[in-house]
């Protein structure tokens, strides 16, 4: 009889746990529910990743400042090899190699910045799509479709030209790499004249890497203009 009585005892705890676990349960599904309804901010929403977006274009605009400004210390210090009269060449060529360097990885780190920022921008127009179907004013969504539009087509421009500058750079990078190595073998007065040429060329085409570079980063300011939730900018 006490072995019956224990047993019975067992179930109907279990019984009971089980009971209050669905009768606490459904109400937490509803309360869950409204929690999403009536507070959608608690979801990432399209203001989160258009804030997302503009920081990712005003970062890749620092680093387009970056590399312009290294790119003429760069240019500057191969210059600088050509012009060592009556000294060791090694000193000039030492900071020709470390400012190389950083050109290389500033320009690394540029491609790696534009392609967080079109990551960014297309999640930022695929959420603003998304949620601009739930607009039920027809006009009102037209609109915001309208301006949606417009911006995307800004924010794919400056990703154009960001791919195109990378066609114009990542050459050049590779002829001042090939001055680096040829003259680190030839660390002569006679090797800095079998350069000569290439270091001219580096020179021009240096010149038309940073114009492309400059007119990215203009396109990038508009960019950022049009997107900042700063007034009167």
């Known amino acids: 009889?006490?072995?019956?009585?224990?047993?019975?005892?067992?179930?109907?705890?279990?019984?009971?746990?089980?009971?209050?676990?669905?009768?606490?349960?459904?109400?937490?599904?509803?309360?869950?529910?409204?929690?999403?309804?009536?507070?959608?901010?608690?979801?990432?929403?399209?203001?989160e990743k258009k804030q997302k977006a503009v920081s990712s274009i005003e970062e890749f605009h620092k680093e387009l400042s970056k590399n312009l400004n290294q790119i003429t210390e760069t240019l500057t210090a191969l210059n600088q090899i050509e012009k060592t009269d009556g000294g060791d060449l090694y000193k000039p060529y030492q900071n020709f190699v470390k400012q190389l360097n950083r050109t290389t990885d500033n320009s690394r780190s540029m491609s790696r910045h534009a392609e967080s920022m079109s990551t960014k921008g297309k999640e930022y127009f695929d959420t603003w799509e998304k949620e601009s179907s739930n607009i039920m004013n027809s006009e009102l969504r037209a609109t915001g479709e309208e301006r949606r539009g417009e911006l995307s087509k800004i924010f794919q421009h400056i990703t154009s030209l960001a791919q195109e500058v990378q066609i114009t750079y990542q050459p050049f990078i590779i002829d001042l790499t090939d001055i680096k190595t040829a003259l680190g073998n030839d660390l002569t007065t006679r090797g800095m004249l079998s350069i000569k040429p290439y270091v001219t060329k580096a020179n021009e085409d240096g010149k038309i890497v940073t114009g492309k570079l400059q007119a990215l980063a203009d396109e990038v300011d508009r960019a950022t203009n049009a997107l900042s939730s700063r007034v009167g900018l």
């Open 1 to 47: 009889m006490k072995k019956q009585t224990a047993e019975w005892l067992k179930k109907y705890r279990q019984e009971k746990r089980t009971i209050t676990w669905n009768a606490l349960g459904l109400p937490a599904v509803f309360i869950l529910w409204g929690a999403q309804a009536f507070f959608p901010g608690c979801a990432t929403t399209g203001l």
